[in-house]
């Protein structure tokens, strides 16, 4: 397995031979805020920018350009640690970016998306950029990629995990051991009358509802997780991690052969 190509270690010709072979170019992007007491704050562009790279590895034909660090992240504003971009700011940053990637003569873009809030904002980004440039970008969702794996080995039940719940836990307890402290944990299984206000709204990480529903964070969640971090394990993460890559490797061949 081959070291991955970073847009950023790159030279100017190297960069030339990639676009002239067609390379596509996956484009991280993150969040900056608090995952409970018990995940560093960079645990959203994390994932999305190691899955991004381990694509790379895999392919030749994947350049990874440097990651977007920040999104949208103000439900996080009552705890310490987030970063956050108003909507304009971060369409209009990842609009620019696209457009530079581009106006290189690359014509394969994938935004890896590693904070569900953004996905939203991602979505018009890929079809405003087709209806103004004529080129189709692509969207993924890293841990969306992890779904039917997840939900046959996870441990925690209904309502179990959203955010820094078992699944995102058990990714970063794979990926960086260390930086995880699983002691004292909080638990907070999803209720969507008592946390949101409405039956039909967010009931899992893979259950989102009928309804989007604004809430206040801290009144709802004053740890900062949503669902059972206790119960993740490295094997699980490990587990999830390879579905993750295998798959996104499967799609971004497909699109690359488009």
Not at 112 to 135: C, D, W, Y
Not at 154 to 178: F, I, N, W, Y
Request: charged content about 20%; overall charge negative; proline content about 6%.
């Amino acid at each position: 397995m081959s070291e991955p190509r970073l847009w950023a270690e790159l030279t100017t010709p190297e960069l030339k031979v990639a676009q002239e072979r067609n390379a596509v170019v996956l484009l991280p992007v993150g969040a900056v805020e608090q995952h409970g007491p018990h995940l560093p704050v960079d645990t959203d562009i994390s994932g999305a920018y190691e899955t991004a790279k381990e694509v790379s590895r895999r392919r030749e034909h994947v350049v990874v350009a440097p990651p977007v660090w920040w999104g949208l992240s103000g439900a996080h504003r009552g705890f310490h640690g987030f970063l956050t971009l108003k909507p304009q700011t971060l369409y209009s940053l990842l609009e620019d970016l696209c457009d530079s990637i581009v106006d290189q003569g690359f014509e394969k873009v994938v935004v890896v998306v590693g904070h569900a809030s953004n996905k939203p904002l991602v979505t018009m980004l890929v079809s405003q950029f087709m209806e103004r440039r004529g080129i189709a970008i692509m969207q993924l969702n890293y841990l969306e990629l992890s779904r039917e794996v997840f939900q046959a080995i996870r441990k925690s039940g209904p309502g179990g995990d959203a955010h820094a719940g078992e699944l995102e836990t058990s990714v970063q307890m794979h990926l960086r051991p260390g930086r995880v402290e699983l002691d004292g944990v909080p638990v907070r299984y999803l209720d969507p009358v008592a946390h949101f206000g409405h039956s039909a709204a967010l009931k899992d990480i893979f259950g989102p509802g009928q309804i989007a529903i604004g809430y206040d964070l801290t009144a709802s969640f004053p740890d900062g997780v949503m669902g059972d971090p206790s119960v993740a394990s490295a094997e699980t993460g490990a587990r999830v991690w390879e579905a993750i890559v295998t798959r996104a490797c499967d799609l971004v061949d497909e699109y690359w052969r488009a």
